[in-house]
């Protein structure tokens, strides 16, 4: 499906940081989800810290206690901080558990279409489904659901612009792409997708021309 009319790459998150384009300045735009008491590390150290983990390959609440234990050090001196310990995974769980999820990814998205060269070298999007390992269960009725998640994908750039999760008890991939197509403005844009899309309502709504499977 190719845009029709002009756009331009726009999301937008709780607040916007003004001019910047690193991570930290994004994440320290994510209002606090916690409660004011108790709070012994900010927020965008924590989930920097969980960011980085997972690209380290250690995704569990016990690895991003790991990593922040094994890089505290090294992490104080490149950020500025002074932590005298690390948090521990309970505390991850906390934070995660409270955490605004939908505003959380929309910042994400914010501070991709932030990077340099973005809007310049986005010219095709990929949509790609995948089902969560670990989140299949059984519902009241005896079925299967589980939690998958769709992203748009860019070839070129190498990364996920864009993405979102669902039940699929609750809703499909079909109203999850059009939920990210409808939060990402682009111009001139492909966006290649599978024939589970290539459907009239689907695309009659869309400002595009006919999908492409």
């Known amino acids: 499906m190719r845009g029709n009319r002009t756009r331009s790459l726009a999301f937008q998150p709780a607040t916007t940081p003004a001019a910047a384009s690193d991570l930290i300045s994004f994440l320290k735009a994510l209002p606090d989800c916690r409660m004011r008491r108790g709070i012994r590390f900010p927020q965008w150290w924590m989930l920097l810290v969980a960011i980085l983990s997972i690209l380290s390959g250690q995704g569990s609440l016990v690895g991003m206690e790991r990593f922040a234990k094994r890089h505290r050090q090294t992490l104080n001196e490149l950020l500025g901080t002074d932590f ?32 340099p060269g973005v809007a310049e070298e986005l010219d095709t999007l990929v949509c790609d489904g995948k089902t969560l390992r670990g989140s299949i269960a059984q519902t009241d009725f005896g079925a299967a659901r589980f939690i998958a998640q769709v992203s748009l994908y860019s070839q070129s750039l190498g990364v996920a612009i864009a993405q979102t999760t669902y039940a699929t008890d609750a809703s499909g991939e079909i109203q999850a792409l059009r939920q990210l197509l409808e939060a990402v403005e682009l111009e001139g844009v492909l966006v290649q997708a599978d024939a589970l899309h290539a459907n009239r309502p689907f695309s009659s709504t869309l400002p595009s021309a006919a999908p492409t499977s």
């Open 84 to 115: 005298g310990k690390s948090p521990s995974d309970s505390t991850f769980r906390l934070l995660l558990a409270q955490l605004d999820v939908p505003g959380f990814e929309t910042l994400l998205q914010d501070w991709m279409s932030a990077q």
